[in-house]
């Protein structure tokens, strides 16, 4: 609990966070719309720690910290996931867009020949907590893989295969396209091993062409161009934060 005598006003943390004018949020707080560690805020003038306390408006939490950077990233084939290389590939630095003055690290990988959403930050505790397998964040992929894929094919991805190191149960799997020479298959999974899509796809005999990674959590590649990078929504950010309990 913010000290009443320190802190910020909530009215003036709800206006820097971009969520509505002073007045607008001093609105919403007589309306009873505001929480604060999950409690009603019902006067006005409330003090709060913007970097430790839980805001929510109508229920949907509001980042208001920002001494951090939070991107995301659709990363091109052929692009190593990682800040630097020392054999000099590409890698997501040498990106254009990708500002080399601060110092982000990616949170997650993809290998090299599979492109699609990765995320920047500075935030050392949220990209732990994005990648730690506890959390469970849900990351959506579209495969295009070789060969007619049939329900069969789908009914086994769907109940969950044994690779090499262990079990995989997918959250969804759906058959997007199918011809002869080629599927579109779209894979959802909590998974974070190294290339589960392939190897899945693999174990039932439908190796993988071209691989994209098209969500991580809430965050949608939408109309983010390859090679594109913009910063994460208020939105986006806040469900993020409650997914990893920041």
Same mark, same amino acid.
């Given at each position: 609990?913010?000290? +009443?005598?320190?802190?910020?006003?909530?009215?003036?943390?709800?206006?820097?966070?971009?969520?509505? $004018?002073?007045?607008?949020?001093? /609105?919403?707080?007589?309306?009873?719309?505001?929480? +604060?560690? #999950?409690?009603?805020?019902?006067?006005?003038?409330?003090?709060?720690?913007?970097?430790?306390?839980?805001?929510?408006?109508?229920? $949907?939490?509001?980042?208001?910290?920002?001494?951090?950077?939070?991107?995301?990233?659709?990363?091109?084939?052929? +692009?190593?996931?990682?800040?630097?290389?020392?054999?000099?590939?590409?890698?997501?630095?040498?990106?254009?867009?990708?500002?080399?003055?601060?110092?982000?690290?990616?949170?997650?990988?993809?290998?090299?020949? *599979?492109?699609?959403?990765?995320?920047?930050?500075?935030?050392?505790?949220?990209?732990?907590?994005?990648?730690?397998?506890?959390?469970?964040?849900?990351?959506?992929?579209?495969?295009?893989? /070789?060969?007619?894929?049939?329900?069969?094919?789908?009914?086994?991805? *769907?109940?969950?295969?044994?690779?090499?190191?262990?079990?995989?149960?997918?959250?969804?799997?759906?058959?997007?396209?199918?011809?002869?020479?080629?599927?579109?298959?779209?894979?959802?999974?909590? /998974?974070?091993?190294?290339?589960?899509?392939?190897?899945?796809?693999?174990? +039932?005999?439908?190796?993988?062409?071209?691989? $994209?990674?098209?969500?991580?959590?809430?965050?949608?590649? #939408?109309?983010?161009?390859?090679?594109?990078?913009?910063?994460?929504?208020?939105? /986006?950010?806040?469900?993020?934060?409650?997914?990893?309990?920041?």
């Amino acid at each position: 609990m913010t000290d +009443v005598k320190q802190g910020v006003r909530l009215q003036k943390v709800l206006a820097q966070a971009g969520v509505a $004018s002073r007045r607008a949020a001093e /609105e919403m707080i007589d309306e009873g719309r505001v929480e +604060v560690n #999950g409690e009603i805020v019902i006067v006005q003038g409330r003090r709060v720690d913007p970097e430790h306390d839980e805001i929510r408006v109508d229920g $949907s939490r509001i980042p208001t910290a920002r001494r951090h950077l939070y991107y995301v990233l659709n990363k091109p084939r052929g +692009v190593v996931s990682t800040m630097d290389d020392p054999d000099g590939r590409a890698c997501l630095a040498d990106l254009e867009g990708v500002p080399n003055h601060e110092r982000l690290f990616h949170v997650g990988r993809l290998d090299t020949e *599979t492109e699609g959403l990765i995320l920047l930050t500075n935030d050392g505790e949220f990209a732990h907590r994005m990648t730690h397998p506890s959390y469970k964040v849900l990351k959506s992929y579209l495969a295009e893989v /070789e060969g007619f894929v049939d329900d069969k094919v789908i009914r086994r991805l *769907t109940k969950g295969l044994t690779l090499e190191d262990g079990p995989v149960h997918p959250d969804s799997v759906r058959l997007v396209q199918a011809s002869e020479m080629k599927s579109l298959v779209e894979i959802s999974l909590h /998974e974070g091993r190294n290339r589960i899509v392939r190897r899945m796809m693999d174990s +039932v005999a439908h190796p993988v062409r071209r691989l $994209s990674r098209t969500a991580i959590g809430p965050v949608r590649v #939408g109309r983010l161009g390859v090679g594109d990078m913009r910063p994460l929504s208020r939105e /986006e950010l806040g469900k993020l934060f409650d997914l990893v309990d920041l």
